[in-house]
């Protein structure tokens, strides 16, 4: 200081001023990460607007900008949740969740219902469904043998009353052999039940499946695409080298059997691979915002909005960007090899030998991998990376052009081109049955000549 050093007191003071600047300005908030003390200024272009006035919604809400926080977290600066919720409403979203995790609890207790009826738990917690054949259980799991009706061990059923037998059994029931009877208790069919019960129905049948059909592991989709430049870093591809090694003489790489595959011109393909990734994980998760969307629209407002038609346009171009960064593969591999879907920290070991968490390092999960259908699609991938980058670019656009409009609004479809959807689907319904009678008539015309 120009006038002697500050004092405690003023150093206090000059932080609560920080702090209360940041608490009064409508532009800037807190990250709400724990552990992070930053504050994040909202970009003037970024303010909130209302959101697009649909039937079944509340025209009032207003539709807030996700921040980055020089964390690393992204956060909403209306309600400050971590996460984006883009172009959900903050109070919308709030109710999107909070019904959500009903719907999610009461599958899950007629999933359990179900498997209670239709099933019996090894004592290691698998459940395992008999077709037919004996009561001679083996759990793929953990490798025991047991009964199927009594849930003991098989070896004790040698020893069993009225001699050993393979389709009887003479041993008491234990707890995995028992089955329950508990009936089946869905939600309520539309026509014969209450707002809030229709209500969760629609949730449960027409949001649900989409919203868990977009739903993706980013840590897990970041491993294996490490794993797979990793995999092309080792056969000398371009897509898994470095900026740096993409110039010059070929050295090692010129004499490999891809040395053809590698090329001068593939600058930055690695970074374009992670652009990619990117891109996929925001559409993934804008994608999954939209069925929250719909939930709070009607049927007839999700029939006339542009989005009905950009949601499945953004699904189709992000599948295909993921399959061709090689994580559709890389994950089936994944599974084929015994592991689950979870990234496994390092040091640490899964108690079950057959199904164990996927390895964080990326040379642990490449050594376990069937490398036969990983290794063609890279070298194809290497060579398609100007292909690869405009495919990302079309999976942003489509992703920005969804966000924007749920700023500005979205777009209505024009009643002519609803009418020629409603007449092809009709035509459609009405030339199935007719070409099915006449294929038939065909086949009775055909055996009549022959006879």
Not at 8 to 28: A, E, F, G, P, Y
Not at 422 to 429: E, G, P, V, Y
């Amino acid at each position: 200081a120009i006038f002697g050093p500050v004092s405690v007191q003023q150093k206090k003071l000059d932080v609560l001023k920080t702090h209360k600047l940041v608490d009064v300005h409508s532009d800037m908030a807190w990250c709400p990460s724990p552990g992070c003390n930053r504050s994040v200024l909202l970009p003037n272009f970024r303010h909130a607007t209302p959101a697009g006035n649909r039937e079944g919604t509340a025209g009032s809400q207003r539709v807030f900008s996700t921040v980055t926080c020089g964390c690393g977290s992204q956060f909403c600066f209306g309600c400050k949740k971590l996460g984006s919720h883009e172009p959900v409403p903050c109070q919308a979203w709030s109710d999107w969740l909070t019904d959500l995790a009903e719907v999610e609890k009461h599958m899950e207790d007629e999933t359990q219902k179900w498997l209670a009826e239709n099933s019996k738990e090894c004592s290691c917690g698998t459940s395992i469904q008999r077709n037919g054949g004996c009561n001679h259980m083996i759990c793929t799991a953990c490798g025991r043998h047991f009964c199927y009706v009594c849930g003991q061990d098989w070896a004790l059923h040698r020893g069993q009353p009225g001699g050993f037998a393979y389709d009887r059994c003479s041993l008491p029931m234990t707890e995995g052999g028992r089955t329950r009877t508990t009936a089946l208790e869905p939600f309520a069919q539309p026509e014969e039940s209450s707002d809030r019960s229709r209500k969760l129905w629609r949730l449960e049948r027409k949001c649900v499946p989409g919203w868990r059909a977009n739903q993706r592991n980013p840590e897990l989709q970041r491993l294996l695409l490490r794993a797979f430049l990793q995999l092309c870093a080792q056969f000398g591809l371009a897509l898994g080298l470095d900026d740096s090694s993409s110039h010059g003489g070929g050295g090692d790489n010129a004499s490999g059997f891809f040395s053809a595959v590698s090329s001068t011109s593939s600058v930055g393909a690695r970074q374009v691979a992670w652009e990619a990734l990117n891109a996929c994980i925001q559409a993934r998760r804008c994608l999954q915002n939209c069925y929250a969307l719909k939930y709070h629209w009607s049927a007839l407002a999700w029939q006339s909005c542009r989005l009905r038609t950009w949601v499945p346009e953004l699904e189709g171009i992000a599948g295909a960007l993921e399959s061709a960064l090689g994580l559709n593969l890389m994950e089936t591999a994944a599974l084929d090899a015994g592991f689950a879907s979870v990234p496994m920290a390092t040091g640490s070991h899964s108690l079950n030998q057959k199904i164990r968490p996927i390895p964080s390092n990326p040379n642990d999960v490449l050594r376990s991998l069937d490398l036969r259908q990983l290794l063609p699609h890279a070298i194809v991938i290497s060579e398609s990376v100007g292909a690869l980058r405009q495919l990302a670019t079309a999976v942003s656009l489509q992703t920005v052009r969804i966000l924007d409009a749920g700023h500005t609004g979205f777009p209505e479809i024009p009643l002519p081109e609803l009418a020629m959807e409603h007449a092809a689907q009709i035509a459609k319904n009405h030339v199935r049955p007719i070409a099915a009678h006449v294929a038939s008539g065909l086949d009775a015309t055909q055996r009549c000549s022959v006879m």
